[in-house]
C-alpha cells in the first residue's frame, strides 16, 4: 500500500498569490497586514497541495456533490460569506455598541473557513479516496479539518484555525467563539438563501432544511 504525504505539489509562486487576491479581492480588507499576509498564503499554500492554482476553479459546491450551485465558482460563495458575516456584524455593532467583535479576525476567518476545500475538493485525491476507501477514508480529512491543518502551518492564529474546523458539522461537537459562530451562520445562511432563492441545483439540496421551498422563474 502506498503511503501519502500532505503538502504542496509544487512551489507556492507569487502568480499564485496574486490569482488569490483577484479571485478574493475582500481579502484586502483585513487591516492588519501579517494577518492579511497570511490568509493569501493559506490560500497560496491550500492551492499547491491540490490539481487547482486559482480559487475560481473549484467548483462551486458546499461538500462535493451537495449543495452544488447552479452556476459560479467557489470564489462566489467566499466572497458572499465574508460580506454576509461583515453585514452581521455590522448589524449588531450599530445597534448594540457594547458588543464586542474582532473585526480582522471575522474578516480573516470569514476568508479561510474553506481553505481546505481545494484539498477535499482535488480529483486526483477524490479518485484515489473513490478506488479504496479502506486504506486512508473517503475523504482522508473533510475541508475544514484540513482547513485547520493549513491555517496552523501557514502561522495563522488558532483563532483563524478554529473557525476553519468550527464552521462546519465539527462545530456542534465544540464550544465555539463569537467570530465562528457568526461565519458559521452567515456560511449556512448563504447556502439557505442560495436554495430558496433558486440558484442551488434542486436534486444537490437533501442535507438542506426540509422547509426550504424553491422560487422558481416565472
Ligand atoms: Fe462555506
Known sequence: MELHYSGPRRPI??????????????????????????????????????????????????????????????????????????KIAEEFAASWPSVEIHRDVLLAAAACHDVGKPYEFDPTNRKRWAENPSYA?????????????????????????????GHSFEGQYMGLSTECFIVRQADHSWWQLAATLGLVVEDSMK????????????
Open 13 to 86: 509562486t507569487d502568480e499564485v498569490r496574486k490569482g488569490v487576491l483577484e479571485d478574493f479581492p475582500e481579502i484586502g480588507m483585513i487591516q492588519d497586514a501579517s494577518l492579511r499576509e497570511k490568509v493569501v498564503e493559506a490560500w497560496s499554500y491550500a492551492l499547491s497541495c491540490s490539481d487547482f492554482t486559482r480559487i475560481t476553479q473549484i467548483p462551486p459546491e458546499g461538500n462535493p456533490g451537495a449543495p452544488v450551485l447552479k452556476a459560479g465558482t467557489q470564489a462566489d460563495h467566499l466572497r458572499g460569506v465574508l460580506r454576509l458575516a461583515l
Open 137 to 165: 477514508g473517503q475523504p482522508t480529512f473533510r475541508h475544514s479539518v484540513f482547513g485547520m491543518h493549513v491555517c496552523l502551518v501557514v502561522g495563522l492564529p488558532e483563532e483563524i484555525a478554529h473557525v476553519a474546523v
Open 207 to 218: 442535507s438542506m432544511p426540509t422547509m426550504i421551498r424553491v422560487r422558481r422563474q416565472p
